[in-house]
């Protein structure tokens, strides 16, 4: 199982810190002290491979359409409107994903990014009604063929550090890497009222390949 380039480096740690405690209890006589020790280093090993993981997916061969950028569940669907990047009402949905998910980000759209805005926040739990505008995130707008969306990194309670490789100017495609938020957060994706909804309220999504949005 690919582990992905975004988090090796903390995997990496976390991986060695699980072994090291694994070798170290194997030396204790103590068996009330040894099995939970032993216990625990794999568990917490076994999550950081889980956590960590990047498999493959397979993007829809279609243009009209944005794909979720985020594995998890569907936990807001609503009309809003938006002043950062689209300018316009829009409809929003936001993505949950739990530490058991994947977190590597993908791309939603083919198109340029034109908008890219950093801001430290607060952590409140990702699934939270303000997170959106109250938390730790990244906000990415990319114009395509068919018009502006935008969609963001969330920081959430335990999640404290977004990767985003992504800067303005780049050419990007539908269902490409480009980043990821450890430890539990969310997505939001925001595009104009022309679009139409294909998923609903506590769906559960796929990064790169569950049609979010289609347009004809």
Same mark, same amino acid.
């Given at each position: ?26 030396? &204790?006589?103590?068996?009330? =002290?040894?099995?939970? &020790?032993?216990?625990?280093? /794999?568990? $917490? ?8 993981? %990047?498999? !493959?997916?397979? #993007? ?13 569940? &569907? ?19 936001? /993505? ?10 993908? /791309? ?18 990702? $699934? ?10 990244? !906000?990415?707008?990319? #114009? ?7 969609? #963001?990194?969330?920081?959430?309670? &335990? ?6 490789? /992504? ?8 269902? !490409?890497?480009?980043?990821? =938020? ?5 997505? %939001? ?21 569950? =049609?979010?949005?289609?347009? !004809?």
């Amino acid at each position: 199982m690919m582990i992905t380039k975004y988090g090796l480096s903390t995997f990496l740690f976390c991986a060695g810190f699980s072994v090291i405690l694994i070798i170290f209890s194997l030396f &204790i006589q103590n068996h009330w =002290i040894k099995y939970p &020790i032993l216990i625990l280093s /794999i568990t $917490f090993l076994l999550f950081c491979i889980n956590f960590f993981r %990047d498999p !493959e997916r397979n #993007t829809p061969d279609k243009k009209n359409v944005i794909v979720s950028p985020a594995d998890g569940e &569907i936990v807001i669907v609503k009309d809003v409107i938006d002043n950062e990047f689209l300018k316009e009402k829009g409809k929003q949905i936001s /993505i949950f994903m739990s530490p058991l998910n994947v977190h590597v980000n993908r /791309i939603p759209i083919d198109g340029k990014v034109d908008y890219f805005n950093y801001l430290k926040g607060e952590y409140l739990v990702a $699934f939270h009604e303000k997170a959106d505008k109250r938390n730790e995130r990244t !906000e990415i707008g990319i #114009t395509s063929k068919y018009g502006k969306v935008f969609f #963001t990194q969330v920081a959430g309670f &335990i999640a404290r550090r977004i990767v985003c490789s /992504i800067q303005v100017g780049d050419s990007v495609k539908i269902g !490409e890497r480009f980043g990821m =938020i450890k430890f539990g957060s969310r997505s %939001d994706v925001i595009v104009p009222t022309n679009w139409k909804l294909k998923v609903k309220l506590g769906d559960k999504v796929t990064a790169g390949e569950t =049609i979010l949005f289609e347009i !004809e």
